[in-house]
Nanobody, 116 residues
């Protein structure tokens, strides 16, 4: 069974930074597109950022200029660097890997809380 494991969430004050990590199985990770999503309490899950297997990135307007998505295919790990965090960034963040025609897997989620 394919699994991805997220880490790096936590609590931070407004203006602070966090880095989330997403580790996946090597044979899949290197060919998969990776997406970061988030779901705030009472809201629908939304796309935050994506990165293709070759490194092309895309961001939601709400995080452009503050968040950076990257990947290390040697370590089979992807990252979401989050700077200048705002209270509205508070959510559970999920990593998703997509590969092949219609295969994907979700991580378990990691809580990010931005509060003073």
């Amino acid at each position: 069974q394919v699994q991805v494991v997220e880490s790096g969430g936590g609590s931070v004050q407004p203006g602070g930074s966090l880095r989330l990590s997403c580790a996946g199985p090597g044979i899949i990770f290197s060919i998969a597109a990776m997406g970061w999503y988030r779901q705030a309490s009472g809201k629908q899950r939304e796309l935050v950022a994506t990165i293709t297997s070759r490194g092309t990135t895309n961001y939601a307007d709400s995080v452009k200029g503050r968040f950076t998505v990257s990947r290390d295919n040697v370590k089979n790990t992807g990252y979401l660097q989050m700077n200048s965090l705002k209270p509205e960034d508070t959510a559970v963040y999920y990593c998703n890997l997509k590969w092949g025609a219609a295969s994907d897997v979700w991580g378990q989620g990691t809580q990010v809380t931005v509060s003073s």
